[in-house]
């Protein structure tokens, strides 16, 4: 049976606020833990560098005290040996001298020790506070989807209204990175082919010029050069046809793509080593699966050199049976996550990429240490009918 009494309405809507305000508070203690871990992190920080530099003091004169007790135990042999030579009061102290420095070693040993065991604690510490305040942050996140989602999609707006309001938006960025990618486009062109191929219009006029002033020879020299700016102009126009869309995947998949691309990015970069490596039987994928990965490790290698100054690039592939895993890590400067988070469309483009394809990604860094991306992306199902012979 069904009940006669109405809904309360007013009831539901203070209930409603209610849940609200009580999230947002939530939200607001989270921050504040997160900021006080943040300013923890940063005090033990400096007490971790201070105990390092101590550290390094206290082995400078460990090794000098090291040093020093050896003398001084082979003085002390020596005086024992041939006692009748040395007086009574050269005796004596030549065994205080080495019982001094031994006794001084041994405290300097232990104080050491105590620091070094100091800084595995503030290390540690420091790991800890760095996952609370991840975590925190992480909470903060999730918080907010819940908030605009209670207050977006909860409430009374047409859905007719927010589905094309989606689309419209959608469409403009769709726009925006078309316009951005033309722009992209012609700057290389006009930067690239465009100045050699009026640099071969300068140098034909040249060529005709030296043949009736100089004679065949020189002649003959300036065509060899011209030769080269032609052979570069056309190289040029081969990398940004390649960067548009390689060709290759579309015939040989993924990893002999992957392969040929990285090979060029150390033929135009001298000095950079990209080590390439895969795991397990290959797999030809879906199309937008293959040019979707090879974009992530395209972003991902363009950061180690660009952003990165990284001298070595490892690439790795493993064909798992329902996954592929890849991993991009350089051993360049690295970068600090807190801050490129918000500000790296780079990022963030490979993000939404990887969320196409109900994939993760994982990044580590920080200064000085390089940078390593993990991603992750589940295989289609009907990955078995279009496995490479």
Same mark, same amino acid.
Do not use: C
């Given at each position: 049976?069904?009940?006669?009494? =109405?809904?309360?309405? !007013?009831?539901?809507?203070?209930?409603?606020?209610?849940?609200?305000?009580?999230?947002?508070?939530?939200?607001? /203690?989270?921050?504040?833990?997160?900021?006080?871990?943040?300013?923890?992190?940063?005090?033990?920080?400096?007490?971790?560098?201070?105990?390092?530099?101590?550290?390094? %003091?206290?082995? /400078?004169?460990?090794?000098?005290?090291?040093? $020093?007790?050896?003398?001084?135990?082979?003085?002390?042999?020596?005086?024992?040996?041939?006692?009748?030579?040395? @007086?009574?009061?050269?005796?004596?102290?030549?065994?205080?001298?080495?019982?001094?420095?031994?006794?001084? &070693?041994?405290?300097?040993?232990?104080?050491?020790? $105590?620091?070094?065991?100091?800084?595995? /604690?503030?290390?540690?510490?420091?790991?800890?506070?760095?996952?609370?305040?991840? $975590?925190?942050?992480?909470?903060?996140?999730?918080?907010?989807?819940?908030?605009?989602? +209670?207050?977006?999609?909860? =409430?009374?707006?047409?859905?007719?209204?927010?589905?094309?309001?989606? =689309?419209?938006?959608?469409?403009?960025?769709?726009?925006?990175?078309?316009?951005?990618?033309?722009?992209?486009?012609?700057?290389?062109?006009? /930067? !690239?082919?465009?100045?050699?191929?009026?640099?071969?219009?300068?140098?034909?006029?040249?060529?005709?010029?030296?043949? $009736?002033? =100089? !004679?065949?020879?020189?002649?003959?020299?300036?065509?060899?050069?011209?030769?080269? @700016?032609?052979?570069?102009?056309?190289?040029?126009?081969?990398?940004?046809?390649?960067?548009?869309? #390689?060709?290759?995947?579309?015939?040989?998949?993924?990893?002999?793509?992957?392969?040929?691309? &990285?090979?060029?990015?150390?033929?135009?970069? #001298?000095?950079?080593?990209?080590?390439?490596?895969?795991? *397990?039987?290959?797999?030809?994928?879906?199309?937008?699966?293959?040019? *979707?990965?090879?974009?992530?490790?395209?972003?991902?290698?363009?950061?180690?050199?660009?952003? !990165?100054?990284? #001298?070595?690039?490892?690439?790795?592939?493993?064909?798992?049976?329902?996954?592929?895993?890849?991993?991009?890590?350089?051993?360049?400067?690295?970068?600090?996550?807190?801050?490129?988070?918000?500000?790296?469309?780079?990022?963030?483009?490979?993000?939404?990429?990887?969320?196409?394809?109900?994939?993760?990604?994982?990044?580590?860094?920080? #200064?000085?240490?390089? @940078? *390593?991306? +993990?991603?992750?992306?589940? &295989?289609?199902?009907?990955? %078995?009918?279009?496995?490479?012979?």
């Amino acid at each position: 049976m069904f009940s006669n009494e =109405k809904v309360d309405i !007013g009831s539901l809507d203070v209930i409603f606020n209610r849940m609200i305000e009580t999230i947002t508070n939530s939200k607001s /203690d989270i921050f504040i833990i997160s900021e006080q871990s943040r300013s923890s992190f940063e005090e033990l920080k400096e007490e971790l560098e201070y105990i390092k530099e101590k550290i390094k %003091l206290i082995i /400078d004169e460990s090794d000098d005290l090291e040093k $020093r007790t050896k003398l001084a135990k082979l003085r002390l042999v020596e005086v024992s040996k041939y006692f009748n030579q040395y @007086t009574e009061e050269q005796v004596r102290e030549a065994y205080e001298t080495a019982n001094d420095l031994q006794i001084r &070693l041994s405290l300097t040993r232990s104080e050491e020790k $105590r620091l070094r065991e100091k800084r595995d /604690d503030l290390e540690r510490r420091l790991r800890t506070l760095y996952d609370t305040i991840e $975590r925190a942050e992480h909470i903060v996140d999730q918080v907010n989807v819940v908030l605009n989602y +209670l207050t977006t999609d909860l =409430k009374n707006v047409s859905l007719a209204l927010e589905n094309a309001k989606i =689309k419209q938006d959608f469409g403009i960025k769709i726009i925006a990175a078309q316009e951005k990618e033309r722009k992209r486009l012609s700057r290389e062109i006009h /930067d !690239g082919p465009a100045q050699m191929m009026a640099n071969v219009l300068m140098r034909s006029d040249l060529i005709e010029r030296t043949y $009736r002033e =100089k !004679g065949m020879e020189p002649a003959m020299k300036e065509i060899t050069e011209l030769k080269k @700016t032609v052979r570069n102009a056309l190289s040029e126009v081969r990398r940004i046809i390649y960067d548009l869309r #390689p060709m290759a995947l579309d015939d040989l998949g993924i990893v002999p793509t992957l392969k040929k691309y &990285l090979s060029t990015i150390m033929e135009y970069n #001298p000095g950079i080593q990209v080590h390439f490596q895969t795991f *397990s039987d290959e797999k030809r994928l879906p199309s937008d699966y293959e040019v *979707s990965i090879f974009r992530l490790v395209q972003e991902s290698v363009n950061n180690s050199i660009k952003h !990165g100054k990284s #001298p070595d690039i490892w690439v790795k592939i493993e064909w798992l049976s329902k996954q592929i895993s890849i991993l991009v890590k350089d051993n360049g400067i690295g970068f600090n996550k807190q801050i490129a988070r918000e500000q790296s469309f780079g990022i963030i483009g490979m993000k939404e990429r990887v969320d196409l394809l109900k994939g993760t990604m994982e990044i580590q860094s920080s #200064p000085g240490n390089g @940078t *390593s991306i +993990l991603f992750k992306v589940p &295989l289609p199902e009907n990955i %078995l009918t279009i496995e490479s012979k």
